[in-house]
């Protein structure tokens, strides 16, 4: 017995039948623009959702949370994190080449898989100088005259 119910789309009314892939590359490559996108959305999403858990953590915390350098150092972890899952994927990030060229990775017999960061492999062209004095030569010369002309003297004799 067959089915009389389904009723077949007239062909002679698809107005635009160029949008139908009949190539296999074509569909291939259509099919992995789709993958990407829709991978991008998913890490972007979890990576949102991880960081304001996290920033809501912190919050809790009474961490401060609206200094610059907070914000400059959440920024980081987030990349590194969105870095992490698009690992997952197999999708290059620029992220996963820092962690990369910081991170050693090692076995030890009693403590099992380990991992080492060395920020000096990253940061060998950074120069780590302490100054002295942080002040133009006018103004340490002003500071160092003010020092001279200030004179303690306390209101009660401290011998008694």
């Known amino acids: 017995m067959t089915k009389d119910n389904v009723i ?3 062909t002679d009314r698809i107005v635009n039948n160029k949008k139908i892939l009949t190539d296999k590359k074509e569909v291939q490559k259509q099919y992995e ?3 990407k996108e829709q991978t991008r959305e998913f890490v972007e999403g979890v990576v949102d959702d991880t960081a304001i ?3 809501r953590t912190f919050i809790a915390c009474d961490i401060r949370v609206n200094s610059p350098q907070f914000t400059r150092d959440l920024a980081l972890l987030i990349d590194i994190l969105r870095g992490l899952i698009y690992r ?3 999708v290059d990030y620029p992220s996963q080449k ?3 060229e910081m991170v050693s990775l090692y ?3 009693e403590l099992g ?3 080492k960061v060395d920020y000096e492999r990253v940061l060998k062209n950074v120069k780590n100088v302490k100054t002295d004095n942080v002040f133009s030569n006018e103004i340490s010369q002003d500071l160092d005259e003010l020092n001279e ?3 303690f003297e306390p209101d009660f004799d401290p011998d008694k």
Request: aromatic fraction near 8%.
């Open 8 to 10: 077949v789309f007239p």
């Open 33 to 35: 623009k789709i993958h």
């Open 53 to 55: 858990q996290l920033l």
């Open 88 to 90: 997952d994927f197999n």
């Open 98 to 100: 820092l962690v990369e």
């Open 107 to 109: 076995h030890d017999k």
């Open 113 to 115: 898989p380990s991992a």
């Open 149 to 151: 002309d200030i004179i």
